[in-house]
C-alpha cells in the first residue's frame, strides 16, 4: 500500500513538559512487575508459566494502553513510542504464553473460548503494532490496547486447563476455520478503532453521542432495577445448580431467584449517576447554555467508576456464594453464569461510556497527529474489504466441517445464525458505500455497528444462547 | 388512472429490483434471525426443557406464531425466496449496463473525458507517430498490453488490464444464488435422520428428523463399534466399523470415526453418538465351582442359558450399570456405569426352583447363592465383560451439498476479483494543447485502489518521458521550459 507517504501525521506540536504520565506507568508497570515477581518467587513456583507470561503482557497492554489514551489527551509525541515499545513486550509475552500453550497441548490454541480469546488478542496487537508501524495510524492503540486489557481480564474468569480435544474438533478445518475467525475479527476491530478516529477527527458534535450513551447506560440500569429490585434493597437472582450447571427451577417456566442483601442500593446509585448527564445533556438543550455540557461530561467520568464499583460488587457477591430466597426455606448457590444477561448488560454500559469519554479527545493538536479524516475512511473501508472474505472464508470453512461433522452444512445454530448476520451487515455497509455513496460519518457509524456485532457474534452467542458450538 | 391489472407484476418486479426493497428485505431477514436465536427452537430444544423456560400461555403463543420453529417456517422461506428474487431482479436491472461497459470497451477518448479525466499529462513531442511510438515502447516495457486505435487518419494507443474485474460483482451475486439453489434443493430432496445399529446387527430403517419413519433400500450394519478415551476419562474417539449390505451381499465398508463419513449412493452415514446397551451383555466371563470345588470357566450372554448339570441351567438376565445393595435385595442406582451388578436366574427342572443370583464386581460380592450348591465368582477384570454397544448414526441425503460448494468456490474467486483485482486503463492520444503545440495526451483509470494505481501511472509516465528524450534529443529543450509533466489528481479520493 503507498498511503505511507499520505498518512504521516504533520509533526506534533513540540511536547510540553509530559513526563509525568510517563514516570506514572512506568512506575505502575515497574511496581506490578516487581509484587508479582516477588510473588512467584516467594512460593517458589516456575517462572515461565502461561498465567504469568499473560500477566506480563496484561501489565505492558495496560501501560500502552493508558500511554496511548495519554497520548491522545495531550498529544505527547513522546507517549507514542513508549506505548508501541510497551505494546511490542506485551506482544512477546503474550507469542510466549501461545507458544507455551501450544507446546504443552501439542496443537494450536483454537479449542475453547479462553484459547481463542488468548489467539484473538495476540492478533489484535499484532494488527495493532502493524497498522501503527505500517499505515502511520499511531492512536489506533487506545482503542485495541483497552480492548485487549479487557479480553485478558475476562480470561481470567475462564476455565483455563489444558482439555484435550473432543472429537468433533479433531479435524484439518478447525484449524482453517479459527484462524480465519481470529483474522476477520481482529480486522473488523482495527475497522472500528479506525471507525472511531474517524469520529474524533470528523468535526461532529459529540452531544447527541452523550445523549445516546446516557439513554443506553440508564436503560440497562432501569431494567436491572426494575426487575430484579427487592424490598429493603436487596437484588434478586437466579439461583444456580452448580451441578448440572443450569438454573434451578421450581415450576414450569418459573425460576427460582435469590436476593443478594444490599446490592439492589448499588445498582440505584449507578441508575442516578447515568441520569444526572442526560438530565443536564436536556438542561444545556433548554437554557442553551453548554457549561452544564462540561459538567455533564464530568458526571460521565463519575458514572463510570460507578459502574466500576458496581460490576466488582456484583462480580464479588454473585461468584460462589448462597443466599437465602425469598420462595423457598434454605441457601441456594448462584454464579456469574446464572445471570449473564445483567452481566452483558453492565459490561456494554461501560464499554459505550468510554467511548464517549474517547470521543471527547477531540482537541486540536490532536486532530494535527491524526491523519486525514478522508484518508481514515478510506482505510477503514480498506480494512472491510480485507475483513470480509475472511469472514466468507470463515462461514465457508464451517460450512464444510459442519458437513462432515454434524451431517449438515447449515443448522441454524445460533453461532451460525450470527455469523450470518455479522456477514450480511458487512455486507450492507460495501452495498451503502459502492451503490449509495456513504462515507464519512454514516460508514463510521455502520463499521461501528459491524463491530458491535462481531463482537456479539464471538462472545455474546457463547456466554447468553444454547447452541451445538458450545466449545467455543 | 383506471385500475389496471396487467401492471401489478411489473410493479412487483420494480419494487424488487429496487436495492432499497431488497436492503429493507435483508434488514428483515437479520432482524428475524435474531430472534430466531434468542427464543428457543424446536426441535432442538427437547420439549421438556421447551416447557421449563417458558410458561405454557406464553409457548402456545409463541408455537402458534411460528416462532418456536422460525428457519423452518413457510413465512422464513418466502422471506428468503424474495431475497433471491430481489438479488436477481437488481441484477438484471444493472446487468445491461455494466455488459455494455464491459464488452464495448471506452477505446477512443473525446475531449470532454480528456479535460474531465483525473488522471492525466500532456508530453510536448514532436511529431505524433514519435510520441505515439515512445509511448508504445515504454508501454511494452512496463507490461502493458498495447491496442493500436486508428480512427481515419488519427491514430492513438489505448491498454487495459483486468477488466474481468468489473463483472466479479455479478459472480459474487451469481454464486450466493447458487449457493441459494442447493439449499433449496436440499429443502425438498434432501432429509436427514438418525439410525441406532447395536453391535452385530443390521437395519434399513430410519428416524426423520420431524419423527416419521424412512425404509432405505439397503441395509446398514455395524460391524463392531467402540470408544477410546483420554487418561482423564473424556472421550477421544468414537469409531464404528459399517458395512452396506443389499440383497444379501456386503456392496461397502468403512470404519468411520466423528469427521470421516461413510458415503453410499449419495447418503451420507457419520458417527453422532456411542453408547453401550444398558439391559444387554455380549459375553460374561465368569467362573463357578460345583460340589467338587473345582472352578471352571463359564460364559454367559443376556438370555442364553447355559447347562451347568444334567437337571440345572444357568441364565444371564439382568445387567444394572449401576447398583447397590440393602437387606439382601438390589436397587438400581444410575444408568451410567459406576457398580455394575449382573442378575443370574439359577433354575433345577428336578425340583422346578428358581433362584436369582447377583454378582457385584466392583466389590467382590455374590448374593443369593447362600443355598445353592454351586458356587459363582466374580469376573476378574474388565476384558471378561463384553457390552453390547450401540451406534449413533447421523444419516444425510443433501444432493444441493454441490451447487453450495460450488456456489463458496465462486465466491471466494469473485471476492477476490472484486476487492484485489483492479480495472486500470491507458489512454494516450496526440493532441493539440491549449497553446497550439502537439503534445501527447496520457490519461489513466483504476475502479479501485487509487493509490496504487497514481505509483504505476506515474511510472510509467517516466518511462514515456524517457523514451522521448531517447529519440528525440530536440524534445528535450521544450520539455525543460515547462515541468515535465505534471499529475493534475483533480477529484481523486
Known sequence: ???????????????????????????????????????????????????????????????????????????????????????????????????????????????????????????????????????????????????????????????????????????????????????SYATCAVSFALAMMFLIKDNFSTESFLAWTSTLVAGIYLGIVATRFERWGGLSVTAWDVEHKSDIFLGRGVRLFVTIPELGWLFVIALLGALVPLVLYFMARAKNDSAYLRIADKAVFVGILLQLVVLAAFVMRTKDAAYASPFQEGLYPTSLAASPFILGGMVAGIFASLLYLMLLWRRNDLQHLLPSADTLDRVTYKTICIAFPLLTGMIATGAFWANRTWGSYWSWDPKETWAAITWLVYAGYLHMRVTRGWRGRRAAYFAILGFGVVIFTFLGVTYLLPGLHAYA | MAFNVLSIPKRIYKTLANLRT?????????????????????????????????????????????????????????????????????????????????????????????????????????????????????????????????????????????????????VIHASLLLIFLGGIIDGVFGYSGFMSIPQGQQRNTLELKNGKKKQLPFFVKCVSAGQENYADGSPKKWWSNLAVVADGQEVSSKQIVVNDPLIYHGLRFYQASYWIDGTKIDGLRIGYAGLDSKVVPLELKTGQPV???????????????????????????????????????????????????????????????????????????????????????????????????????????????????????????????????????????????????????????????????????????SAQEQPRHELKLAGVK
Request: charged content about 15%; aromatic content about 12%.
Open chain 1, 1 to 183: 500500500m503507498s498511503t505511507r507517504a499520505r498518512v504521516t501525521p504533520i509533526e506534533p506540536p513540540a511536547a510540553t513538559g509530559g513526563n509525568a504520565l510517563l514516570v506514572l506507568v512506568g512506575l505502575g508497570v515497574a511496581f506490578l512487575l516487581i509484587t508479582a515477581l516477588l510473588g512467584a518467587v516467594k512460593s517458589g513456583g516456575n517462572l515461565y508459566t502461561e498465567s504469568n507470561l499473560l500477566y506480563v503482557a496484561l501489565i505492558f497492554y495496560a501501560g500502552a494502553g493508558a500511554l496511548y489514551m495519554g497520548f491522545g489527551v495531550t498529544g505527547t509525541a513522546k507517549y507514542v513510542n513508549f506505548a508501541s515499545i510497551s505494546t511490542a513486550i506485551g506482544f512477546v509475552a503474550n507469542t510466549l504464553a501461545v507458544a507455551h500453550r501450544w507446546y504443552m497441548s501439542g496443537r494450536p490454541p483454537f479449542a475453547s473460548i479462553y484459547e481463542m480469546l488468548l489467539s484473538f488478542v495476540w492478533t489484535l496487537a499484532l494488527l495493532t503494532l502493524v497498522a501503527e508501524k505500517k499505515f502511520g495510524v499511531k492512536i489506533i492503540g487506545s482503542i485495541t490496547m483497552p480492548l485487549a486489557v479487557v479480553c485478558v481480564i475476562l480470561m481470567q474468569l475462564l476455565p483455563s486447563e489444558v482439555r484435550p480435544l473432543v472429537p468433533a474438533l479433531q479435524s484439518t478445518w478447525l484449524h482453517v476455520h479459527v484462524t480465519l475467525a481470529m483474522l
Open chain 2, 307 to 477: 447347562e451347568l448339570d444334567a437337571n440345572t441351567t444357568v441364565t444371564l438376565v439382568e445387567f444394572l450399570p449401576d447398583a447397590f445393595v440393602r437387606d439382601g435385595q438390589v436397587f438400581k442406582k444410575s444408568d451410567s456405569i459406576e457398580n455394575l451388578a449382573f442378575g443370574l436366574d439359577v433354575v433345577n427342572r428336578a425340583d422346578n426352583s428358581s433362584t436369582r443370583v447377583w454378582l457385584f464386581p466392583a466389590e467382590g460380592q455374590v448374593v443369593g447363592a447362600e443355598n445353592l450348591k454351586f458356587q459363582f465368582q466374580n469376573p476378574k477384570a474388565a476384558k471378561d465383560i463384553d457390552f453390547a454397544p450401540v451406534t449413533g448414526l447421523e444419516v444425510s441425503f443433501e444432493p444441493g451439498q454441490w451447487f453450495v460448494w460450488a456456489g463458496c468456490l465462486l465466491m471466494g474467486v469473485g471476492l477476490f476479483a472484486a476487492f484485489y483485482l483492479v480495472h486500470m486503463r491507458i489512454w494516450a492520444v496526440p493532441v493539440r494543447d491549449a497553446e497550439g503545440r502537439l503534445v501527447l495526451w496520457v490519461g489513466g483509470a483504476a475502479n479501485k485502489n487509487k493509490d496504487r494505481f497514481e505509483q504505476k501511472f506515474s511510472e510509467l509516465i517516466d518511462e514515456i518521458c524517457s523514451e522521448i528524450d531517447k529519440t528525440a534529443p530536440a524534445a528535450r529543450i
Open chain 2, 22 to 170: 431488497g436492503v429493507v428485505l435483508l434488514i428483515i431477514v437479520v432482524v428475524v434471525s435474531a430472534l430466531g436465536t434468542f427464543i428457543l427452537q424446536r426441535p432442538v430444544t427437547e420439549p421438556e426443557k421447551m416447557q421449563a423456560a417458558y410458561s405454557p400461555q406464553t409457548l402456545r403463543l409463541l408455537d402458534r406464531l411460528t416462532l418456536t420453529d422460525v428457519f423452518h417456517s413457510w413465512w422464513f422461506l418466502s422471506l428468503l425466496v424474495l431475497v433471491s428474487l430481489s438479488i436477481i431482479f437488481v441484477s438484471v436491472e444493472r446487468f445491461p449496463n455494466a455488459w455494455r461497459f464491459y464488452a464495448r470497451p471506452y477505446r477512443r477518448t473525446d475531449a470532454h473525458f480528456r479535460s474531465a479525466n483525473p488522471y492525466k499529462v500532456e508530453l510536448p513531442t514532436k511529431s505524433a507517430e514519435q510520441g505515439l511510438n515512445a509511448a508504445e515502447r515504454a508501454m511494452k516495457k512496463l507490461g502493458w498490453p498495447i491496442e493500436r486505435i486508428a480512427d481515419g487518419s488519427e491514430q492513438s494507443l489505448y491498454s487495459e488490464k483486468r477488466r474481468f474485474s468489473v463483472m466479479a460483482v455479478y
